[in-house]
């Protein structure tokens, strides 16, 4: 591979890292300055990106199968929030039987990063690239980190394994869709979220939880989330809320991603069945909790297999149970 190539490669690839292809490809016009230092084995490029963002930075050449990457970030849109910072890369390139593609690796890092202008842990990783694939080997930035595979090729598929350790709701949320519920959030989300398939089929899977926070007007102890399905339109199965007051629910339906404008109704309409513990002698759940200085009463309610109706002992107050989520 020549050095121009080798060069034009490193920063198609720092960009393929830093933004993945997106779900619906665009062509579009970007001002480029380039120039190539020869002497110093070294290309400086600048893309201006209009309304003051920009990626400017450098590739060198180090020894003859090695190189550095520099990168200027400055105010662009990754996904939906304004990122900044300085990125550097070391890169080892190793031939392989198909001269065109050899085997590029190496590590990335960053310093001085914002995210919606706001500091946030800088990006680190290790990563490789082959055959027109990034192989993501340990990527992190935030509370996030990431394994697995980008395919830069048409139709551009993922098979990624993304872990969130203590995000913010809001900022989770927000990633997701843009609602009135969002004005209203507390709490931290954790978890893992499986993503595989095309840049046009993206099929998710996640397993989540979050504990003492506020979605809309619902507060709660924990939530614990499996949702699945192919974006935007998922599926919520085998999930429980605990809210504050006790109550504690199963909860299941359809969530479409997209439909931002009725993202709190589809909130409201998802399923919800209390918890039901069951015995040989018959099915019981806890409907209300509620703590006495350091004592806590439960209220039960207890169907019996041969019919019978609970005693007065076992709830003389309890008498009926309607209940309805409120956002």
């Given at each position: 591979m ?23 490809a665009m062509?579009t016009?970007?001002?480029?300055q ?18 003051k ?16 990457l ?30 065109s593609?050899?085997?590029?690796s ?7 990063s ?6 946030v842990?800088?990006l680190e ?16 930035m935030?509370?996030?980190a ?5 395919d830069l ?5 993922a ?8 995000v ?24 893992d979220?499986k ?33 699945e ?6 599926n919520?199965?085998r999930?429980?809320?605990?809210e ?5 629910f ?17 909130i ?25 200085g ?10 019996h ?13 309890l ?7 409120q956002?």
């Amino acid at each position: 591979m020549s050095l121009l190539k080798t060069y034009t490669a490193m920063f198609f690839l720092a960009l393929g890292l830093l933004w993945p292809p997106p779900v619906k490809a665009m062509v579009t016009e970007i001002p480029f300055q380039g120039e190539w230092d020869i002497p110093n084995n070294k290309l400086e490029f600048l893309f201006d990106l209009g309304d003051k963002r920009s990626v400017s930075g450098n590739v060198t050449q180090l020894t003859a199968d090695r190189y550095h990457l520099y990168l200027n970030v400055d105010h662009v849109k990754l996904f939906k929030y304004d990122y900044s910072s300085e990125i550097d890369a070391q890169i080892e390139v190793k031939r392989s039987n198909v001269p065109s593609e050899p085997y590029v690796s190496g590590t990335i890092a960053s310093q001085y990063s914002l995210l919606n202008y706001k500091p946030v842990r800088d990006l680190e990783g290790q990563w490789a690239y082959h055959d027109k694939k990034i192989y993501i080997q340990d990527l992190s930035m935030g509370n996030v980190a990431c394994q697995g595979t980008i395919d830069l090729a048409y139709p551009y598929s993922a098979d990624l394994n993304v872990k969130l350790a203590s995000v913010e709701m809001d900022d989770f949320l927000n990633f997701w869709v843009k609602s009135d519920i969002n004005k209203q959030l507390a709490g931290l989300v954790s978890g893992d979220i499986k993503v595989m398939g095309t840049a046009d089929r993206l099929y998710l899977k996640g397993s989540l939880e979050s504990d003492q926070g506020q979605v809309g007007k619902l507060q709660f102890d924990s939530i614990s989330l499996n949702i699945e399905g192919i974006y935007p339109y998922l599926n919520i199965s085998r999930s429980m809320i605990s809210e504050t007051d006790g109550l504690s629910f199963n909860v299941e339906g359809p969530l479409a991603l997209n439909d931002h404008e009725n993202f709190a109704k589809q909130i409201k309409e998802l399923n919800l069945s209390p918890v039901v513990n069951t015995s040989q002698d018959g099915s019981e759940w806890t409907l209300k909790e509620t703590k006495e200085g350091m004592q806590t009463r439960a209220f039960k309610h207890i169907y019996h297999k041969d019919n019978s109706l609970p005693s007065e002992q076992e709830n003389p107050d309890l008498i009926g149970f309607e209940k309805s989520m409120q956002f």
